[in-house]
């Protein structure tokens, strides 16, 4: 190619304007077939939960090698189990009375998974080591009883606390639990000095579901606040809620968490409290997202979603309701939104990441089980067509610039 090209460019003037024209056609229509693979790579969608066992995936944490926790709904009921880089299934919910009624999954510093499944306690599930073993940790408090909705963990230099969401009966709130040790074992040595603290007062008319950590001693956490007036005009006395980002301090202690200050936001509903690489926070939701900085700043971010998570590389996924056209990618901050070939197949009940696979489990327009992936590492890549066709343009470009400048030179030593 480069040999014609030269030729082309050394015959008369004509021939070389019709060189330079072929070349602004091909820079022309590189760009439009550049433009039109830019939907987003890597995507496979498959109609059922899981390989290992199917089912509804009601909550799932992946670890690495595709290896995952897993809350499920399947034919026979509710059940928890874990799936190692083996291929071996461990039922590690079989000994709980209610399976369906626990309220969350959070996973540890060293990859084990805290769960709740019964009230006043909490059980660590040690995941990766090879027994599956377990440590149960009674929570007490002058005979209180409360269930355990979320927890979220903090370091403090050697040590871990934790804050929890509960709910208390007539109210909801938050309690402090630790100093904790590490490394977590399956014994009580870890959790046997630590310490509970009471119930936080909860102010007004909230209810909290999660929390997360900011910063040594600043916690976030969400919940929701009903207006005693509805501004519907259909139903004025219908009470509504929406959302409110609150402002937790604890430290460690017997003191109880104490509410600093609020963020309330006019509609939607915060679905996932991410934090990110940098240590700030971005709290997703139904109507738009809030990213939540260390120095307690917050900023509006206008995308919408139903689901969202952190992938290994600090960019963060968000999936939008069934039959949307784009996905949401934000990297450093900066929202995209990232063209599908075909709309969203499924309604997104969880999501999460492994080995740079993005896995988000929900039901199809049928109600079954189904599975959708991004595999991250493919945008940009030269497997995307995209990326081939970025790699063509890039080399057929500098051959031809090559051959042109070369020419160039060439005919202006000869002129000398």
């Not at 030269?6 to 077939?33: C, D, N, P």
């Not at 809350?71 to 009921?77: F, H, P, R, V, Y």
């Not at 509504?240 to 937790?248: A, D, E, L, Q, R």
Request: charged share 20%; glycine share 10%; proline share 3%.
């Amino acid at each position: 190619m480069a040999k014609g090209w030269r030729s082309l460019l050394e015959e008369e003037s004509e021939h070389q304007w019709v060189a330079i024209t072929g070349f602004f056609v091909f820079i022309i229509l590189g760009a439009l077939l550049i433009q039109g693979t830019s939907t987003l790579p890597g995507v496979n969608y498959s109609n059922n939960g899981l390989d290992a066992i199917d089912g509804r995936v009601l909550d799932i944490v992946y670890g690495d090698s595709d290896t995952y926790t897993a809350l499920i709904l399947g034919e026979d009921g509710g059940m928890i189990f874990h799936y190692d880089d083996a291929g071996i299934i461990n039922d590690i919910g079989a000994d709980y009375d209610d399976v369906l009624g626990m309220a969350f999954m959070t996973e540890l510093h060293d990859g084990s998974v805290v769960v709740s499944p019964s009230k006043n306690t909490l059980e660590v599930l040690h995941v990766n080591d090879e027994s599956s073993q377990r440590t149960i940790i009674p929570l007490t408090s002058n005979q209180e009883t409360f269930d355990v909705l979320d927890v979220a963990e903090q370091r403090s230099g050697d040590s871990y606390r934790w804050l929890m969401v509960t709910d208390e009966g007539n109210t909801t709130g938050l309690r402090g639990f630790g100093s904790i040790n590490a490394p977590l074992s399956s014994t009580q040595e870890a959790f046997g000095s630590a310490t509970l603290t009471a119930a936080m007062v909860n102010s007004g008319n909230i209810g909290w579901n999660m929390v997360e950590s900011l910063d040594d001693g600043t916690w976030i956490a969400i919940g929701s606040m009903t207006n005693s007036f509805s501004i519907d005009d259909e139903s004025p006395a219908l009470p509504t809620k929406h959302p409110v980002i609150g402002f937790i301090s604890w430290s460690e202690g017997p003191t109880s968490p104490m509410l600093t200050s609020i963020e309330e936001l006019d509609k939607g509903e915060i679905h996932s409290l991410i934090r990110l690489d940098n240590g700030s926070l971005l709290a997703a939701g139904t109507d738009s997202a809030v990213h939540i900085s260390k120095d307690r700043t917050t900023t509006t971010v206008d995308f919408s979603s139903v689901s969202a998570t952190l992938d290994d590389n600090g960019v963060v996924w968000m999936f939008g309701s069934q039959g949307s056209t784009s996905i949401v990618r934000m990297v450093d901050g900066v929202a995209e939104k990232m063209p599908l070939a075909q709309p969203l197949p499924l309604t997104v009940e969880t999501s999460d990441v492994s080995d740079g696979v993005v896995y988000a489990h929900g039901l199809n327009a049928n109600g079954e089980p189904a599975t959708y992936t991004v595999d991250s590492l493919a945008i940009g890549s030269i497997e995307s067509g995209r990326g081939f066709l970025n790699f063509m343009f890039f080399t057929v470009a500098s051959i031809v610039m090559g051959v042109m400048i070369w020419t160039a030179f060439k005919r202006m030593w000869q002129n000398k």
